[in-house]
């Protein structure tokens, strides 16, 4: 087991309004916690034309919140790291959080995600860890000299494309958004809309193209912005539209895990996504604190036996 000074007291997963509540909280209650998520924070939030429904600012628009949501972690004194959370996994006293770049251990996460702007094609989740992957920097060299299939949703995550282009032997980019910055070479070619379909037997063999095309590939990348909670996390119970259910306290169905927003299901509303991210800030950090004690008396019983 981890020591109790290597894990932190919440993690705190996405930057839209219900992780930027969480975390703001988190900081005046004085948690020791990390918020991974984006710098640009919400695309959601930044595509709205004019919000009328949040209380204090009766007209304003979605990139003028998102600056003042930057203002606010700043004078907070909220750092982002920058980094997609690619898997959280249940250790037992404690969560481990798996990111592009690194793994992180705490008493509590808060899955502030929101919901998936691109729906899991056929077999994405079938074939996760068998060909499937959501993370560049950690499964792109098990595909150099390989062919692959890439699907991106954000030019925020282009630059792992990019990275997984240096890799491959070829690789079939589906950019699912206005404009890419990739160029097309002798190994990689722009392709027309998404994957909708994954197969293969014990590993993947070949996506289907949303225009009904085969490709031969050896692995599939998903480079998302926001992936389904049942990917991100192992048995943790959704709803028949993939939301994770919530208590009151915003817990989760796994111990230690809370999650708010978008993420727990309609209304998809701002106001309701920094409700709940307070809340769960709260329940979050007071599992941490048990949950440290519980450790303290635990490693205290075994030095006494
Ligand atoms: C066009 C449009 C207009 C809208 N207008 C209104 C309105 O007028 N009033 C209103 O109340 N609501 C409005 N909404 C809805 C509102 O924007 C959402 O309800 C709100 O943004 C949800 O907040 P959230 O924090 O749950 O999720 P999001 O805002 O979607 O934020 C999720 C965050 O998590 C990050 N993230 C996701 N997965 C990961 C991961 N694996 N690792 C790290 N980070 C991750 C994302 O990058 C993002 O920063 C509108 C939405 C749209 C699209």
């Given at each position: ?8 007291d919440v993690i705190v997963v996405g930057t839209g309004p219900a992780g930027i509540s969480a975390a703001v909280n988190l ?279």
């Amino acid at each position: 087991m981890a020591d109790n000074s290597e894990i932190c007291d919440v993690i705190v997963v996405g930057t839209g309004p219900a992780g930027i509540s969480a975390a703001v909280n988190l900081k005046i209650l004085g948690a020791d916690f990390i918020l991974f998520g984006h710098s640009s924070l919400s695309e959601k939030v930044e595509r709205s034309e004019l919000i009328r429904n949040y209380p204090g600012l009766p007209e304003v628009t979605g990139p003028e919140l998102n600056r003042l949501f930057a203002e606010h972690l700043s004078a907070a004194g909220v750092e982002i790291r920058n980094e997609n959370v690619v898997g959280i996994y249940d250790m037992g006293d404690y969560l481990s959080v798996l990111t592009d770049k690194r793994s992180v251990n705490a008493f509590s996460v808060i899955i502030a995600s929101g919901v998936q702007s691109l729906k899991p094609a056929k077999g994405e989740l079938e074939f996760l860890g068998r060909g499937v992957s959501y993370c560049a920097t950690c499964d792109g060299e098990l595909y150099r000299g390989k062919k692959i299939a890439v699907v991106c949703d954000s030019p925020a995550l282009e630059h792992e494309a990019v990275y997984l282009s240096s890799l491959a032997g070829y690789m079939y980019y589906f950019p699912v958004m206005k404009e890419t910055s990739v160029k097309e070479s002798d190994t990689l070619r722009i392709a027309g809309g998404t994957v909708k379909e994954v197969s293969g037997g014990m590993k993947v063999q070949s996506v289907i193209t949303s225009s009904g095309e085969s490709i031969d590939v050896d692995g599939v990348f998903f480079l998302k912005r926001s992936v389904s909670p049942s990917a991100l996390m192992f048995g943790l119970a959704t709803d028949e539209d993939g939301h994770i259910v919530v208590s009151r306290d915003m817990s989760a169905s796994v111990r230690g895990c809370f999650a708010a927003g978008d993420v727990t299901g309609r209304p998809y509303q701002l106001a309701k996504a920094a409700g709940e991210g307070n809340t769960a800030a709260h329940s979050a950090l007071a599992l941490a604190k048990q949950r440290r004690e519980e450790q303290k008396l635990q490693k205290i019983e075994r030095q006494n036996t």
